[in-house]
């Protein structure tokens, strides 16, 4: 019989009585897809019959399908226009009216000319006279200024920006950094002391810097008194215990040894020179009895 795979069409010649007459699961090599195949004689009967009534019913692969019609574009829409904001719209008229009336005034103010110096005509005084003319000038352009400044300021505060300062409150901070750069009178008053007063000073600071330092040079020493017996005793040890490390360790034999001939050595050298020294001793003492 023949097996047909049903994911890779591959066939396959496999004897009748491999596939019992109940059927059984079989599985594909080449793709590894498993399917369910009945045998020869037991094959249902209603599988073609479902096979005829698919094929009769599916739709021809070569027969195109019209797409269906696209949908209308929509309709152009004419780009509304952005308006602006009124409370936006009322800063700006403000401030283009307050810098209109500023330009004014400061073209006024060009245009005047000044009155012959030391003439006084009658019994009255023309310098009382223009200086009044000046203060009504200069209220309304102050006035100006500061509804200028003022719309500024609104502008600044919607758009994010630092708020702009007027010319006095500039002219006080340039005061004040004036005054920072000069040296403060307490600073000054405390570097003007006298030698006896800085003598005093350095001596109560070494004063009492003083225990500090001898505390510091007492541990310093103690920590070096025991490093010296920790590496006299680590000396000894090895010095008395080196035939059983020999043992344990045979490479460091022939090391051990030198170290052991070099402190006999030393012992040695030590003892002549103890020798001497009582000798010595025992001179002095009889010397002295006699």
């Given at each position: 019989?023949?097996?047909?795979?049903?994911?890779?069409?591959?066939q396959?010649?496999?004897?009748d009585?491999?596939?019992?007459?109940?059927?059984?699961?079989?599985?594909?090599?080449?793709?590894?897809q498993?399917?369910?195949?009945h045998?020869?004689?037991?094959?249902?009967?209603?599988?073609?019959?479902?096979d005829?009534?698919?094929?009769?019913?599916?739709?021809?692969?070569?027969?195109?399908?019209?797409?269906?019609?696209?949908?209308?574009?929509?309709?152009?829409?004419e780009?509304?226009?952005?308006?602006?904001?009124?409370?936006?719209?009322?800063?700006?008229?403000?401030?283009?009216?307050?810098?209109?009336?500023?330009?004014?005034?400061?073209q006024?103010?060009?245009?005047?000319?000044?009155?012959?110096?030391?003439?006084?005509?009658?019994?009255?005084?023309?310098?009382?006279?223009?200086?009044d003319?000046?203060?009504?000038?200069?209220?309304p352009?102050?006035?100006?200024d500061?509804?200028?400044?003022e719309?500024?300021?609104?502008m600044?505060?919607?758009?994010?920006?630092?708020?702009?300062v007027?010319?006095?409150?500039?002219n006080?901070?340039a005061?004040?950094?004036?005054?920072e750069?000069?040296?403060?009178?307490?600073?000054?008053?405390?570097t003007?002391?006298?030698?006896?007063?800085?003598?005093?000073?350095?001596?109560?600071?070494?004063?009492?810097?003083?225990?500090?330092?001898?505390?510091?040079?007492?541990r310093?020493?103690?920590r070096?008194?025991?490093?010296?017996?920790?590496?006299?005793?680590?000396?000894?040890?090895?010095?008395?215990?080196?035939?059983?490390?020999?043992q344990?360790?045979?490479?460091?034999?022939?090391?051990?040894?030198?170290?052991?001939?070099?402190?006999?050595?030393?012992r040695a050298?030590?003892d002549?020179?103890?020798?001497?020294l009582?000798?010595?001793?025992?001179?002095?003492?009889?010397?002295?009895?006699s």
């Open positions: 019989m023949r097996l047909t795979c049903p994911n890779c069409d591959a396959y010649e496999v004897p009585e491999v596939v019992p007459v109940a059927g059984r699961d079989v599985q594909c090599s080449n793709c590894g498993t399917w369910f195949q045998h020869p004689d037991n094959a249902p009967a209603d599988e073609d019959e479902t005829l009534g698919l094929g009769n019913s599916a739709p021809d692969e070569d027969e195109e399908v019209a797409p269906p019609p696209p949908p209308p574009p929509p309709a152009a829409e780009p509304q226009r952005r308006q602006l904001d009124p409370a936006v719209a009322d800063i700006l008229r403000q401030e283009a009216e307050a810098e209109h009336a500023a330009r004014q005034a400061r006024a103010q060009a245009l005047e000319t000044q009155p012959d110096l030391g003439l006084d005509t009658g019994d009255d005084p023309a310098p009382h006279g223009y200086d003319d000046n203060d009504e000038e200069d209220a352009a102050a006035a100006q500061q509804r200028a400044l719309a500024k300021r609104r600044a505060r919607m758009r994010g920006e630092a708020e702009p007027s010319e006095a409150a500039a006080a901070a005061l004040s950094s004036r005054r750069l000069l040296p403060d009178i307490d600073e000054i008053n405390s003007l002391r006298s030698d006896s007063d800085r003598s005093a000073g350095s001596r109560d600071a070494h004063g009492s810097h003083a225990p500090q330092e001898v505390k510091k040079r007492k310093g020493f103690r070096g008194f025991a490093l010296m017996i920790l590496i006299v005793s680590v000396m000894a040890l090895v010095y008395i215990f080196a035939p059983q490390i020999a344990q360790l045979p490479q460091a034999d022939p090391y051990l040894s030198s170290y052991v001939t070099w402190v006999d050595g030393l050298m030590l002549v020179q103890l020798q001497r009582l000798t010595w001793l025992d001179t002095m003492a009889s010397q002295s009895a």
